[in-house]
């Protein structure tokens, strides 16, 4: 599976931007989807998370209620919906394809190539 990001940008506090990630090859909906985010100088840290039917999805607490992950299959798409966007958020965003609903980046096992949020205060 290849992944491909997409949607970062510039954006003020309070504003909304909409991730995608691409998936190519077989079997995309067999994979649940991940996005991380890593800030300048810090840990790649999990943000959502959304199983293979899109069911069951989780968050990480800085997102909750303001994040929403989605995908739609027919599409091998991903999404990472954003509002009220913080400073706090400007990272490089990760989407990531894996066999088990985790918040743990180790058990992924495909990674795209990262976008660039900047939110600015």
């Known amino acids: 599976v290849q992944l491909q990001a997409s949607g970062g940008g510039l954006v003020q506090a309070g504003g909304s931007l909409r991730l995608s990630c691409a998936a190519s090859g077989r079997s995309f909906s067999s994979y649940v989807m991940g996005w991380f985010r890593q800030g300048p100088g810090e840990e790649r840290e999990f943000v959502a998370v959304?199983?293979?039917?899109?069911?069951?999805?989780h968050y990480g607490d800085s997102v909750k209620g303001r994040f929403t992950i989605s995908r739609d299959n027919a599409k091998n798409t991903v999404f990472l919906q954003m509002s009220n966007l913080k400073p706090e958020d400007t990272a490089v965003y990760y989407c990531a394809a894996g066999r088990w609903l985790t918040v743990t980046r180790s058990t992924y096992d495909y990674w795209g190539q990262g976008t660039q949020v900047t939110v600015s205060s």
């Open positions: 959304i199983n293979w039917s899109g069911g069951s999805t």
